[in-house]
């Protein structure tokens, strides 16, 4: 059988400039326009391209357990598909190629975490509280590729994209000129939606559970939310210039915006190469070198931290030998510690080569959604997760990223992860239950780890 032809893709170079911001802004009144925001790259070797695209061909849209396709610009041109996966391998087929750019047109937005949930066809406990729907993914046909490391810029577009929509495109980057906002953002202070007794009377019952052999860890989180007016655009900039994280993302459309601090890639495929970089262990940062230095070692050598992170690697190792070739999938690195502005983390990398004849969309689908968010065994965690948060998790712990046309995918853990909606923010924290967790650090971790989102929040309406 012969392989099908690729299609080649319209490669235009722009002008480069270490701050994306400018050319976010200048697109950003067209249709659900989304910036995957490597933070320039400062913090990590991980992430070094930023992505900016809007205006989609078509609009995926997840509800529970049903999924709409709409061809933009047609209300009534609507395709129904069972669930998100299905409409994703109908959306995202493997046809460019491309050496050079990491995403040539495809699939950009949200796998939210209940999405996972409907793959296990877990029964629903909590009520959903929100409008965002479980899966918000348009399919792009250019996009704007900032490649940090070779401070290249480059408009990428397919064959079928519009003449129209890359002239209007052009017009609008040749300028670069944001269209003013004299909308200011104004937030309340954040508040807890459980109560901290209550927060540990679960976290209890999760020890419980794992004494009694149901399970060996679960992420366990709770919800904030704040009011606010304004433009959250101006928010997410604010945040990114105090915590620029390699996985960051805002994605506005009109059911809300998503404001994504993430330093956790989940799963990239990049010409076969396979990597998911778990993180488990979490310290705050010193109030000077000394303390900092001090905390830092402390998780290091933290036996609970180092364990917790252990678990969640042999998890993702299984899911991950599921799509990949045999006896490739490896641990180049373990616990090697990562330093953000907030918060220190052990991150792991795991590495495989995906097997013949599978797509990148399988081996997210066999990883979703990450262990590292869920516990383990994941779906005995993911129940009890299920029986104990009061909330519906959103777009948090799901995953954010591509899947582009050229066969590359990348993906992050939806942490540090706000959703602004109808003028209020959600946001949430939360970490790993194990035998041995102090249900009182457990509390105080879920805070430390949103503790400068929330601040920045707020520091921006003063």
């Not at 109908?90 to 796998?111: E, M, Q, R």
């Not at 250019?142 to 052009?170: F, G, M, N, R, Y």
């Not at 959103?394 to 109808?422: H, P, Q």
């Not at 194990?434 to 989102?453: G, H, Q, T």
Request: aromatic letters at 8%; one cysteine or more; hydrophobic letters at 35%.
């Amino acid at each position: 059988m012969t392989e099908p032809q690729l299609e080649s893709i319209v490669e235009l170079p722009l002008t480069y400039s270490e701050n994306s911001e400018p050319i976010f802004s200048s697109i950003r009144d067209m249709e659900w326009p989304i910036w995957l925001d490597s933070g320039e790259s400062l913090l990590s070797s991980s992430a070094r391209y930023d992505i900016i695209s809007a205006a989609p061909s078509h609009k995926l849209i997840g509800h529970n357990k049903s999924c709409a396709v709409f061809k933009t610009g047609s209300d009534q041109d609507k395709q129904e598909y069972a669930n998100c996966w299905a409409a994703l391998d109908a959306l995202t087929p493997h046809i460019n190629h491309s050496p050079t750019h990491p995403f040539t047109g495809g699939a950009l937005g949200y796998l939210g975490y209940d999405v996972g949930r409907e793959l296990e066809t877990l029964e629903d406990q909590i009520s959903p509280d929100h409008d965002l729907p479980n899966a918000l993914m348009g399919i792009y046909q250019w996009a704007v590729i900032q490649d940090h490391e070779k401070q290249s810029c480059t408009l990428v577009h397919t064959q079928q994209c519009p003449h129209e929509t890359i002239e209007e495109v052009q017009k609008r980057l040749a300028t670069r000129t944001p269209k003013e906002t004299k909308r200011k953002f104004l937030a309340t202070d954040f508040k807890p939606l459980v109560d901290k007794q209550t927060y540990l009377e679960q976290v209890n019952r999760i020890q419980q559970y794992i004494n009694s052999g149901d399970c060996y860890q679960v992420n366990f989180s709770q919800r904030f939310e704040a009011n606010y007016k304004g433009d959250s655009f101006q928010a997410y900039l604010h945040l990114r210039s105090e915590l620029q994280s390699p996985f960051s993302c805002f994605f506005e459309t009109e059911f809300g915006a998503v404001l994504s601090l993430s330093p956790e890639r989940f799963i990239s495929c990049h010409q076969g190469k396979v990597t998911t970089q778990p993180i488990k262990g979490t310290a705050a940062r010193g109030s000077n070198e000394e303390s900092d230095r001090r905390l830092s070692e402390a998780l290091r050598n933290s036996e609970k931290d180092i364990a917790e992170n252990l678990m969640i690697v042999d998890l993702l190792r299984n899911d991950l030998s599921k799509c990949c070739e045999p006896n490739s999938v490896k641990t180049p690195k373990l616990f090697s510690l990562e330093s953000y502005p907030n918060v220190h983390h052990l991150v792991s990398t795991v590495t495989g080569e995906l097997s013949r004849g599978k797509a990148p969309l399988e081996l997210l689908k066999a990883c979703f959604p990450g262990g590292s968010i869920t516990g383990a065994p994941k779906i005995r965690a993911m129940e009890i997760i299920e029986e104990l948060e009061a909330h519906r998790r959103s777009v948090y712990c799901g995953s954010l990223g591509y899947i582009s046309f050229n066969g590359n995918m990348d993906t992050s853990i939806a942490i540090r992860t706000a959703i602004a909606e109808k003028e209020t923010i959600y946001i949430w924290g939360g970490g790993g239950i194990v035998a041995d967790s102090v249900p009182e650090e457990e509390f105080d971790e879920s805070i430390v780890k949103i503790r400068r989102i929330m601040k920045g929040f707020a520091s921006i309406s003063h």
